[in-house]
């Protein structure tokens, strides 16, 4: 099979050859024959007609086949292949030429011909090209009826790129383009015209029976792409996209780079610049333990060090499934990388202890949590047992073997916490600022907002309810929350590390909250359906520890800015050190016992800003609640709890 594709190949290229080498005497009989006027050539110059077709045949073989004429296909003709047939016939004029003078002095060729046969010759050479590419695409385009109507936004660079692609592409049938430019309307691209601009994508969609809308902007902004896909679900036609210009980083535009628009197109920001040098310094060729490195943050954190040439990569993670899926993508994609895994709890004094002691990590990223709002309302003792003391933990055994650093990976909604998660990440976060100041570890703390695409969030909830055909259940109308890419927070987590010299709190800079009811419309949208026709939302009530309003920083945290645009500055609040150890065994000891309400006031104690579940002294002592948990082996209220 594969020499028979071999001598076809050879045999085009020889055939393409002998082809172009009949073009040369026929060119310089033709110009000939047009220097006398179309009549009989006299006999003393078609002796020189003679003599030059003698000598310019091997002339032109050796330069066509110089400049590469051979390599290109004739199906694909391009400019650039013109451009070598000029190059290479401009040559051999000029060589035929200079020998035609050496040998003969010119007698018996006319100078007429010696400029007119070049400009013959380049005619010969490029039109079967483009008669046979033409050909090959008008069948290409009478075979492509079953192919998808397409409209195409965007006729600059871009779009014509793919265009160029897409006539190749049996799927695909382009009929229109539509620009904003008014310049570029009622003009044609390869055959295409452009009808408009993006606001008669609708009307465009119905007259042409468009099935299907190609994004072609690379450099669009997030508004113009919301936009957009807006007009397509109004014309109820599905939509794609080219990646952006930062993913295409140079490669060329091609139909198979074409994805579905995604939330992160239209709710995430500008790429953020980081300082790589300054990351890849305290990273590259040390030890890594990442807690939680099967999650959603931990794994892509996995990825982002593993990319930084680290001399270690430890990833802990209690999932099983989690900590084999990151470990396959990651010896796929760095098969150099030492990798390994472990698997256990973060709570376990024995395992923790002896990762460390095993490996001595450098650095320490504690993405471990956990962090579903809902659960730990219902599960209060759980959610302290694993984000207060499974951190303390890992930072007492991070201090306990010098560790250079710990970065904790915090949340926004350890700030005024409405809930027991947010509380508990807010504990996480004191015990590490206190601890980095009788340690010489270095401990740094992130705090950031919701990421797209992360387990447990509401973004995968809106997909199923859409996919089950609705209704979508959002909270409250009037709800907001940050949000920002997972790859965007793990870079600037990994920067971060890089500034931090313990103690700080890191703020991410989030932009602007959005409403989820907003992020709703948006993914119906994605979805090719039409929010409140196809697809109900749903207003169901502010769920248990529930805010509307997340926030990123305590007012009296004094937050300043850094070197860094997107990274700022709150101060840490220090607290006696002996008085949280002291609360925190007596939380430690209600989490155990499963006495919530004693757990709660503790929680208080600590950090006073919590205004979740109040349990009064005359609640308490009833033993009543209004928070319904789930604690030892069936549901109860907290009154049944003791």
């Known amino acids: ?332 994609l760095f098969p150099d990388l030492k990798i390994i895994n472990v698997l256990g709890d973060l709570k376990n004094y024995d395992r923790v202890d002896w990762v460390f002691r095993k490996f001595t990590p450098d650095v320490v990223f504690h993405a471990a949590a956990y962090k579903h709002v809902p659960m730990l309302e219902l599960n209060p003792a759980e959610g302290v047992q694993n984000n207060v003391f499974g951190t303390r933990m890992v930072a007492d055994a991070a201090d306990r073997y010098q560790v250079d650093r710990f970065v904790l990976v915090s949340t926004d909604k350890a700030v005024n916490p409405a809930n027991v998660m947010g509380t508990t990440k807010r504990i996480a976060e004191i015990y590490c600022q206190n601890l980095d100041l009788r340690s010489q570890t270095k401990f740094i703390t992130t705090r950031f907002g919701n990421v797209l695409g992360s387990a447990g969030s509401v973004v995968p909830l809106f997909e199923k309810q859409i996919k089950n055909g609705g209704p979508v259940t959002v909270t409250h109308r009037e709800i907001k929350r940050y949000f920002m890419t997972i790859p965007e927070a793990v870079g600037l987590i990994l920067q971060a590390g890089s500034m931090g010299k313990g103690g700080e709190i890191f703020v991410l800079e989030m932009g602007e909250p959005i409403y989820i009811r907003d992020l709703a419309e948006q993914m119906i949208r994605l979805s090719g359906l039409v929010p409140h026709r196809d697809i109900q939302i749903e207003y169901i009530g502010l769920r248990p520890g529930e805010k509307l309003f997340e926030e990123i920083f305590h007012e009296s945290e004094d937050l300043r800015g850094t070197t860094h645009p997107k990274l700022q500055l709150a101060s840490a609040r220090q607290c006696d050190w002996d008085w949280l150890i002291d609360v925190l065994q007596r939380l430690g000891r209600a989490a155990t016992s499963r006495d919530v309400p004693e757990l709660i006031n503790h929680l208080r104690q600590i950090v006073p800003e919590y205004n979740g579940l109040h349990v009064s002294d005359k609640e308490k002592k009833a033993g009543k609640t209004p928070l319904r948990v789930v604690e030892g082996r069936q549901a109860m209220e907290v009154s049944k709890v003791h």
């Open 1 to 332: 099979m594969l020499q028979k594709y071999l001598r076809r190949i050879l045999f085009n290229r020889w055939a393409a050859f002998f082809h172009d080498l009949f073009w040369v005497p026929a060119v310089l009989f033709a110009a000939y024959w047009f220097r006398f006027n179309l009549q009989t050539i006299p006999a003393p110059y078609l002796h020189g007609c003679l003599w030059l077709i003698l000598f310019s045949i091997p002339v032109y073989g050796v330069v066509f086949w110089f400049f590469g004429l051979y390599r290109g296909l004739w199906r694909f003709a391009s400019l650039q292949d013109l451009s070598r047939i000029v190059k290479s016939v401009t040559l051999g004029a000029l060589v035929v030429t200079l020998l035609g003078a050496v040998f003969s002095r010119l007698e018996g060729i006319p100078r007429s011909v010696l400029l007119l046969s070049p400009i013959l010759l380049i005619i010969g050479l490029t039109g079967p090209r483009l008669c046979y590419r033409w050909f090959k695409d008008q069948r290409l385009q009478l075979n492509k009826e079953g192919g998808r109507r397409t409209l195409i936004v965007g006729a600059g660079q871009a779009g014509e790129l793919l265009l160029r692609d897409l006539i190749l592409k049996q799927e695909y049938q382009p009929v229109a383009f539509v620009d904003d430019d008014r310049k570029k309307h009622n003009r044609e691209i390869h055959g295409v015209r452009v009808y408009g601009g993006s606001e008669n994508i609708r009307e465009i969609v119905r007259l042409l029976d468009v099935d299907l809308v190609l994004f072609a902007i690379p450099s669009a902004s997030r508004e113009t792409v919301k936009r957009l896909v807006a007009e397509c679900a109004r014309a109820e036609v599905e939509c794609k996209t080219l990646p952006s210009l930062i993913e295409l980083s140079g490669n060329q535009v091609e139909a198979k780079q074409l994805r579905p628009v995604t939330l992160e197109d239209l709710l995430g920001r500008e790429t953020v610049e980081l300082d790589q040098q300054a990351i890849v310094g305290y990273l590259n060729n040390r030890t890594v333990l990442v807690t939680g490195g099967g999650g959603s943050i931990g794994s892509e954190l996995c990825r982002q060090v593993a990319g930084l040439q680290p001399a270690k990569l430890i990833i802990f993670d209690h999932s099983e499934f989690n900590l084999y899926d990151i470990d396959y993508e990651l010896r796929s």
